[in-house]
């Protein structure tokens, strides 16, 4: 029930730029770090103050490292190793570079493609995938270099080649996931072709996977250009890449060691830095992730309170909410999403919290016991007591024995909090055998048992049923079966009948009054429909952006609305039968509300 013409109240939301989340990510900003030093040290080799890296030496042979002019010694043929190592991984990096280029080039065309049109065009192209992929990657590049001939220009395209697959599979399971999305089918109706549902809505999403394997394929193509190369079959005299140093120097390895682990080091340093930016830029490139959870997520909510409450309260009743406040953390703010809010809720009593969408009820449910998502989520202020208990101030594995046990969650759409691999029967079980010591037989019948109560028919049977086969009623009763599996005190509803139809609604909203008065639970009912309020709750508090408006009993906050925006949101609620008069009734409200 969305209020359309209250004045929308605006926070300062300065999401973290890119550079920001590729700093956040400590091992990311390292590898951007020691890759750009390279590729600029390697980029300036023609201006810096080094010694020609093909002239011979042979009197100043086999120099150790920290010699006067040559810093990090010389090589068997007296070549200076610092000018050849700057030299040679110029030459690696544009190598590796121009072979990850063609082979994500051509590898992603084949992996969008097989994997949009399916049939016989993904048939043909992933049996050629599959003839590549066939034959030991390196082997099928020494023998092509060998058929074309020893040189850097055809090591680049062996690489290139038998790199193809690696990005054609990855594509192309991407793609099949994604093609049949509810966005993919929006742009399939509007009349878009192929090629620019291809290129405009299915590319973008597979961006990051294609990011990620070319920073991972860099790597890779450094490392097989500098096995080509060790063997004679890459870079030619009088060039060198940092293969070619590796190989030249292994016959003075315990000699000289210095001339093969100097360039060994490069190559591992450089690899590595590559690999740890890819992911960071993988990272960036999502935007799922710019919200700030690039940090490691923590098991509980971030608390950051200014003010620490008192950890007991006394003579408290089932549930006391205090000064509550849950924000986001953006990067250089944080923004609220719950402000200030506080409520009692006690044994056998019904605590509506309706509002309408994006008013911070779900946000509010979910910091109750520390389960709002942290990075980026965080508790600015405020106590939750269950129990005369601040949760916020237990330890971790406390808080984890509360879950479930004392306080348990029936969520709105239990399709996606059901696992779908597991038997219904099995995460009930899991949920007693979570805070229970029995045998696996005995949570299995007292599985069945919660499914019988809650009202599924033929139990025994349908436990062995995966969500996926029962209808959206039956998984709800699974999810309250899931709550009541430990006795709880405190059930929390967040919407557990918005993707219902009506009947099923009523059905499950009598289950919970049943249980509320057999069991003396404590209700916390989150809605957006007044109907369900006026049928369920004792009390009901209304919130609007993050702040609890308005809070009383049902019925006079029902019959006596206090707050304008609670008088907007009764008066959207249409009555049976009042046809054109319900226009007239709402628009007067709505016009007052905009002046």
Known sequence: MTDMTAPTQTFSRKRRSNWQLLMANRLAAAGLFIFGFIVIVAVLAPILPLPNPDITDQPNRLLPPLTAGHLLGTDHLGRDILSRLIWGTQVSLLVGISATALAALFGSVIGLVAGYARGATDSILMRFVDMLMAFPYILLAIAI??????????????????????????????????????????????????????????????????????????????????????????????????????????????????????????????????????????????????????????????????????????????????????????????????????????KGECLGLIGESGSGKSVTALSLMGLVASPPGVVTEGAVYVEGKDTFSLREQDLIALRGARVAYVFQDPLTTLHPLFSVGDQVAEAILAHKSIGKSAARARAVELMERVGIRDAAGRASAYPHELSGGQRQRVGIAMALANDPDIIIADEPTTALDVTVQARILELLQNLRRERGLALLLITHDFGVVAQVCDRVAVMRHGEIVEQGDTQAVLTDPQHDYTKRLIACVPELGEGHGFLDRVRPLFQEARR
């Open 145 to 346: 270099v060998a058929a074309l001939g020893p040189g850097l220009l055809n090591a680049l395209y062996a690489i290139a080649l038998v790199n193809i697959p690696f990005f054609a599979r990855n594509i192309r399971g991407v793609t099949v996931s994604i093609r049949n999305r509810e966005f993919v089918d929006a742009a399939r109706l509007s009349g878009k072709s192929h090629a620019a549902i291809l290129f405009t809505e299915v590319l973008p999403n597979v961006l990051p996977v294609i990011v990620i394997t070319m920073s991972t394929t860099v790597g890779w193509m450094i490392l097989e250009t500098a096995g080509l190369s060790f063997l004679g079959l890459g870079a030619q005299p009088p060039t060198s890449d940092l293969g070619s140093m590796l190989g030249q120097a292994r016959a003075q390895l315990f000699t000289a060691p210095h001339a093969s682990i100097i360039p060994g080091i490069m190559i591992f340093v450089l690899v590595m830095s590559i690999n740890l930016l890819g992911d960071g830029i993988r990272d960036v490139l999502d935007p799922r992730l710019r919200s700030g959870a690039l940090d490691r997520p923590m098991a509980v909510t971030k608390i950051n309170r200014k003010a620490k409450p008192a950890p007991t309260l006394e003579n408290a009743p089932a549930l006391v909410v205090e000064n509550l406040s849950t924000g986001f953390d953006t990067g250089d703010a944080i923004t609220p999403a719950v402000k200030g809010i506080s409520f009692r809720l006690g």
